[in-house]
């Protein structure tokens, strides 16, 4: 096995040739008023790390709660390496080296998605990423409601609240993406100006058929964004192999107004990355502003004057420039770390179907599994459900499972083929996300040790 990148040592590097660049200015020696000791740091520092370590093990393949794990090394170590100058990707006068790395790093995000002459930039969040677009959306079609379903992120009808626009949901069909007979009734009804499709819910990863809405789009002429925030990164392996997933609404992604992708949940980044691409370079009109104390070295755009945000660190720039360079986003690159948790995935649901006590909600689309407690009822679903997720966090750390819950319907367990009693509307079910590579090795013993839980909850 080849052994992955020295931490330590790069983070040295860093530290090292950082202070010497700085250096080169000549010595400044600190403010006494700011100066920590090490036998003062190494109190405080102690009591941090203690604190930090009441927390979930998001690293190890027994967590498949939410979208979280820690990042790749490269990217924590171009992420502390820019740190250390702490450069403001807002204007080039705050950081001209981080904004050509955010304009390489976004450049190949749009390539990944098929938007190659795209406008875009990195975000703090796939929430404002998706609040830019909203608000391109408005600007574009003033007056007009815009549509997602049901299924969509909770943000997208709050960032319409902030906006001032009517949302309108539209229901979704039997695996939860926006049902298109429901959207084109919506069309036939209401000025829509833009739809929102999701290429991967959070809840289920479920992939909104983009490609279809293309064809209805022909017919009603509205704006189409895509929140692939959770499952941009798939198109790397959307190649309809046993091991990919399907190909036809990613490659529809080419031909939409605008996409928000999330580098910090496939793309190994750490917390404080997202990112937006608009087809149509001309909405920066849209952002258009003064700012008299910035913007004076040079003739260019800056990144602040197509960003709703201001001051934004050009450190998570730097830490995905530096993961893409080493891992690019092709199909061969990063493609292959999503493809290892696709086949976690796969198999776990083929696992699960031979279960005698526990089930696949439905077929995973991404590398979001959704599993049943076997149960008569609703209520006895949700009690082992809540048994398991609690049992699971408890158990000693080398047998430990950590999922999370998900709130559905009975008839939404009744339309996937569960047949349980209805004697409570809905139930929470287990729901997990097998986000690290690594679940592909673990995923069987994971499954084995989750059977146990399910027993358990149900004795
Ligand atoms: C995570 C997510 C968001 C919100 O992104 P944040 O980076 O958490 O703000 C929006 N849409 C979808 C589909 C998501 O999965």
Redesign the pocket.
């Known amino acids: 096995m080849t052994a992955q990148m020295n931490l330590r040592a790069w983070v040295d590097r860093a530290v090292d040739e950082i202070s010497w660049w700085q250096r080169g200015f000549g010595e400044v020696p600190p403010h006494p008023d700011a100066v920590v000791t090490d036998a003062d740091f190494a109190v405080a520092f102690g009591e941090l790390l203690d604190r930090l370590r009441d927390t979930y093990p998001f690293h190890h393949p027994r967590y498949m709660g939410q ?1 979280i794990k820690p990042p790749h090394p490269a990217a924590v170590a171009g992420y502390l390496a820019a740190m250390l100058l702490n450069p403001n990707n807002h204007a080039l006068d705050g950081g001209p080296s981080t904004t050509a790395l955010e304009r390489e790093a976004v450049a190949r995000l749009a390539a990944m998605l098929g938007m190659p002459d795209a406008l875009g930039h990195l ?8 609040l830019e677009c909203l608000f391109v959306a408005r600007e574009t079609r003033p007056g007009a409601a815009i549509a997602h379903s049901a299924q ?5 009808a709050r960032n319409c609240h902030l906006l001032g626009v009517r949302s309108v949901p539209v229901p979704v069909d039997r695996v939860g993406r926006m049902d298109l007979e429901e959207l084109e009734a919506l069309l036939g009804r209401e000025d829509i100006g833009t739809v929102v499709l ?5 809840s289920l990863g479920a992939v909104d058929q983009i490609h279809e809405v293309l064809e209805l789009r022909r017919r009603h002429g509205f704006r189409i964004h895509v ?5 941009g990164f798939f198109a790397l392996i959307a190649d309809d192999a046993p091991d990919g997933v399907a190909s036809a609404p990613f490659q529809a992604i080419a031909e939409c107004d605008s996409v ?1 992708v ?1 580098p ?2 496939h793309g190994l980044q750490p ?1 404080g ?2 990112a937006v691409l608009f087809a149509d370079r001309s909405v920066a009109r849209f952002y258009r502003h003064d700012s008299p104390a910035t913007y004076y070295t040079s003739a260019e755009p800056h990144l602040g004057e197509i960003s709703l945000e201001c001051s934004r660190s050009g450190a998570p720039a730097a830490a995905l420039w530096l993961t893409l360079r080493l891992l690019p986003p092709t199909p061969d690159g990063l493609g292959r770390v999503l493809r290892a948790g696709r086949r976690a995935a796969l198999r776990w649901s083929e696992l699960l179907s031979e279960s005698p006590v526990l089930s696949v909600y439905q077929r995973p689309e991404l590398d979001i599994v959704a599993v049943v407690p076997n149960a008569p009822d609703m209520s006895t679903v949700d009690q082992r459900t809540m048994r398991m997720l609690h049992e699971g966090m408890r158990s000693a750390p080398e047998r430990g499972a950590y999922l999370a819950a998900l709130d559905v319907a009975a008839a939404e367990l009744r339309a996937r083929g569960h047949p349980v009693r209805e004697d409570a509307p809905r139930a929470r079910i287990l729901r997990s996300v097998l986000l690290k590579p690594e679940h592909e090795h673990w995923i069987e013993r994971c499954h084995g040790e989750i059977e146990e839980l399910a027993r358990r909850a149900a004795g």
């Open positions: 979208l975000t703090t969040s796939g929430t404002i990423a998706n969509a992120h909770y943000s997208h999701t290429a991967g819910t959070t929140d692939a925030a959770c499952g928000v999330d910090h949940k917390y990355c997202g």
